[in-house]
């Protein structure tokens, strides 16, 4: 028997569409040692190993197609949003950064997160949302880039990419890590509009040292790897 792992779309838009696919995998003596190839052969920006729920909290690690995360706000929000629609009251996701605490606002589920959890960016502002879409991401050979633009600054609205050849990630659809750092570099609320039409809000915390992202979530459809 293969491995299965759930597909879930993770800050999704109105109507569902777009967001940033996520893989779920039950943690097992199938997959340990394994979740690097695991998460290769997904090849997803990130999949996610759950290793256990223990009452309201869920256990976790991250993996990109080439390495293993701390944490990252796409795989947190997702798998919280997966387990709450299967009926489980998740109040916290545990991974190996520290605990985000969850919480589920109608279609929106929440994460909040240190911000210093997050992998630095390199933030880089350009003139205007065209820019931004006009970006190569060929351009970039190494590190994590977020460029991103004002669509309405009075309103903290902006448009976003992100470009991480080092996970090995090209380009990102939606990226919650990469929001909060944006977030607490310009110290207000945001409501992003990432990649071809994703969407993410945060909420400043606690004088800025934590960051509250949120999102949509599609129900999940399951894959099986041989």
């Not at 990252?72 to 489980?88: N, Q, S």
């Not at 545990?94 to 606002?105: K, M």
């Not at 390199?122 to 003139?127: C, F, K, M, V």
């Not at 351009?139 to 004002?150: K, L, N, S």
Request: net charge negative.
């Amino acid at each position: 028997m293969g491995i299965l792992a759930t597909v879930v779309n993770v800050f999704v838009d109105e109507a569902g569409e777009h967001g940033n696919p996520l893989g779920i995998v039950w943690a097992s003596t199938a997959t340990r040692g394994h979740e690097q190839d695991i998460a290769a052969d997904l090849g997803f920006s990130e999949t996610v190993f759950i290793d256990e729920v223990d009452g309201r909290t869920v256990r976790a690690r991250i993996f990109t197609p080439k390495q293993e995360l701390r944490f990252a706000g796409h795989p947190t929000v997702g798998l919280a949003a997966w387990l709450r629609a299967a009926g489980d009251d998740i109040r916290h996701v545990a991974v190996p950064a520290g605990s985000a605490r969850v919480r589920a606002d109608g279609e929106f589920t929440w994460i909040s997160a240190d911000v210093d959890w997050a992998p630095e960016f390199e933030l880089e502002q350009l003139d205007s949302p065209d820019e931004v879409d006009a970006v190569d991401p060929d351009a970039y050979t190494e590190g994590m880039h977020y460029v991103w633009a004002w669509l309405d600054e009075e309103a903290g609205k902006v448009r976003t990419r992100m470009f991480a050849p080092g996970l090995g990630i090209r380009t990102d659809e939606a990226t919650g890590s990469a929001a909060i750092r944006l977030t607490a570099a310009l110290g207000r609320d945001l409501q992003i509009e990432q990649g071809a039409g994703s969407r993410l809000v945060t909420h400043r915390r606690n004088l800025g040292r934590e960051v509250e992202i949120g999102g949509r979530t599609t129900p999940g459809r399951d894959v099986e790897l041989a």
